[in-house]
């Protein structure tokens, strides 16, 4: 299959970085330029702390404590995979959205004419961290494209 624009869903974790490789390989490839779609799960949004924060002024300091904190690590995810393509010569964009991952995800392919999604597979059980977890159903329910699942790297 001949691709030009592959969107490949990406937060920095190990099973987001094999995504990423396959995703770039496959852009190097075939000549297709790479769009990474990072998405803040909504979740963050109402982290105000107001179950422990005992005045409006304190939670919204906390408040903007996380937004600041998760605009770094976003900027930080985007700058190391634009280095990285930078340095493989592949054409490559990318766009942060707040939100439902699925969503987010089948939205930007609707609007974004693209060929090909790539995501990792959910982590396996016992690896720790937050599973923010992509709708895989709805997922293959809604894209009109192939969608490819890279498997979790083994450790």
């Not at 959205?97 to 969503?103: E, M, Y």
């Amino acid at each position: 299959m001949k691709f030009k624009k592959v969107i490949l869903a990406s937060h920095g974790t190990a099973g987001a970085r094999a995504a990423e490789q396959y995703a770039l390989d496959l852009c190097l490839e075939t000549g297709a330029g790479l769009h990474q779609l990072l998405v803040v799960p909504d979740f963050w949004k109402g982290m105000m702390g107001d179950d422990w924060l005992n005045n409006s002024v304190t939670q919204s300091r906390f408040g903007d404590y996380v937004e600041s904190q998760l605009a770094r690590e976003a900027a930080d995810e985007l700058d190391r995979l634009t280095k990285t393509c930078e340095e493989a010569g592949a054409s490559f964009t990318n766009t942060v959205r707040l939100g439902k991952p699925a969503a987010i995800l089948a939205d930007q392919v609707e609007k974004g004419g693209f060929d090909l999604a790539v995501i990792g597979s959910p982590r396996p059980k016992g690896v720790a961290g937050y599973r923010s977890r992509m709708d895989l159903e709805m997922l293959t329910r809604t894209l009109n494209i192939p969608l490819i699942i890279v498997p979790y790297p083994i450790l």
